[in-house]
C-alpha cells in the first residue's frame, strides 16, 4: 500500500474519492441486488438501483452517467464500493428522504408533521435541482394534507415556484392583521413580499372605508310595487352606513369586505320601515352581485408576488 492509501483522509483515483473505510454504508439503502453505489457526503454510502434513478429525469440519467473507460466488472469503475459515484448539490439527510420517497411507504410511517413537512421540503428541492416532475408533484400533494402557516406557504412557494399556493396564502394573511406576523414569518416569505402585503392592507383599508361611507347606488328603476321610491332612496344612505358601514369600521372587530355579501343576505339586515319590501329585495340582490373590490386587491398582490417569485429562479 502507498502512501496516499494509508493516510487517514479522503484517497482519490483522479477526482473520485476512494473509499478506504472511511465510508459507513446505509442501513436502509443497501440493497444486495443494488446496481450502483453512491455518495453525497464524506460519510454515507449506498447502494441503490441505477434503472430505478435514471428513469426519473433525463438530469438525473446525466448526473450518474459513468465514462466507459473501464468495464462493467472492474472494481476500480466509478460506482462501486470502491469508488462510489458522488452526487452533488444535497445532503445525506435530503438524499435520505428522497430515497424514501423512491423506495416509499406510506408517509403515515413517519410520526409527526413536523418531519413530513422537512421531508417534503427536501424533496422539493430536489426534484426541481434534478428536474423530477413526479416528485414534485407528490411533495405538493403531500404538503397540501399538513397545516402550513400562509408565510411558509409564501416561503415555499417563492424557492420552487408554485404559484397555485400564492393567492390563498394572500387570502389568508389579507383576512388577519398583518400585526400578529411575527419576525420568523416576515424573513420566510421576504421583506419584498412583505412590503407588498403592506400596501394591500392599506390599499384595502381604503376601499374599507370608502365602501362603509358610500353605498351601491340604489336602483334608479324600481318595482312597480314600490309606491314611495323617494323615501326608498332617502333612508338607503343612513340605513347602509347603520348596518353595513358601522361594522366595517368597528375598531377592534372591523368586517371584512367579503363579509358584506353574507351580512346583506340576512332578512333583518337592510330592513327599515320606509324601504319597501320590493326596494330591500331588490338591493340585497343588487348587493349579493357586487363584487367587492378586496377580491380586486387579492388578486392583484397575488399576481404581483407571483412574478416576483418568478425572478428568482
Not at 323617494?230 to 340605513?239: E, T, Y
Request: charged share 25%.
Amino acid at each position: 500500500m502507498n502512501d496516499s492509501e494509508s493516510s487517514t483522509g479522503p484517497q482519490r483515483n483522479g477526482d473520485v474519492v476512494k473509499n478506504t473505510g472511511q465510508f459507513i454504508q446505509h442501513i436502509a439503502y443497501w440493497y444486495s441486488d443494488g446496481s450502483i453505489v453512491v455518495r453525497v457526503d464524506d460519510q454515507t454510502i449506498y447502494k441503490i438501483h441505477l434503472s430505478m434513478l435514471t428513469k426519473l429525469s433525463k438530469v438525473m440519467e446525466e448526473i450518474l452517467t459513468i465514462p466507459d473507460n473501464k468495464q462493467a466488472d472492474d472494481p476500480n469503475r466509478e460506482g462501486t464500493s470502491l469508488y462510489p459515484l458522488f452526487i452533488p448539490g444535497t445532503t445525506s439527510q435530503e438524499f435520505n428522504d428522497f430515497l424514501f420517497w423512491l423506495y416509499r411507504t406510506e408517509w403515515e410511517s413517519l410520526g409527526d408533521d413536523v418531519e413530513k413537512e422537512r421531508m417534503c421540503t427536501h424533496l422539493l428541492k430536489l426534484a426541481d435541482m434534478w428536474e423530477i416532475a413526479a416528485a414534485k408533484k407528490y411533495a405538493i400533494h403531500a404538503l397540501d394534507m399538513l397545516y402550513l402557516p400562509p408565510s411558509r406557504r409564501l416561503e415555499l412557494a417563492g424557492r420552487f415556484a408554485i404559484p397555485d399556493w400564492v393567492r390563498p396564502a394572500v387570502r389568508r394573511i389579507l383576512d388577519g392583521k398583518l400585526s400578529e406576523l411575527k419576525d420568523h414569518d416576515i424573513c420566510a416569505m421576504g421583506w419584498k413580499v412583505y412590503s407588498m402585503l403592506v400596501n394591500a392592507t392599506e390599499m384595502l383599508g381604503q376601499e374599507t372605508r370608502r365602501t362603509a361611507l358610500i353605498p351601491p347606488g340604489m336602483i334608479k328603476d324600481p318595482s312597480i310595487q314600490c309606491t314611495d321610491h323617494a323615501s326608498c332612496q332617502s333612508v338607503w344612505p343612513k340605513l347602509w352606513f347603520d348596518r353595513i358601514g358601522r361594522d366595517l369600521l368597528h375598531p377592534k372587530t372591523p368586517m371584512k369586505l367579503g363579509g358584506i355579501v353574507t351580512k346583506v343576505l340576512q332578512d333583518a339586515t337592510l330592513t327599515h320601515p320606509k324601504l319597501s319590501e320590493c326596494c330591500r329585495l331588490d338591493m340585497v340582490l343588487h348587493c349579493s352581485r357586487i363584487i367587492f373590490a378586496d377580491e380586486d386587491i387579492v388578486t392583484q398582490v397575488s399576481n404581483a408576488i407571483i412574478q416576483f417569485h418568478a425572478t428568482l429562479a
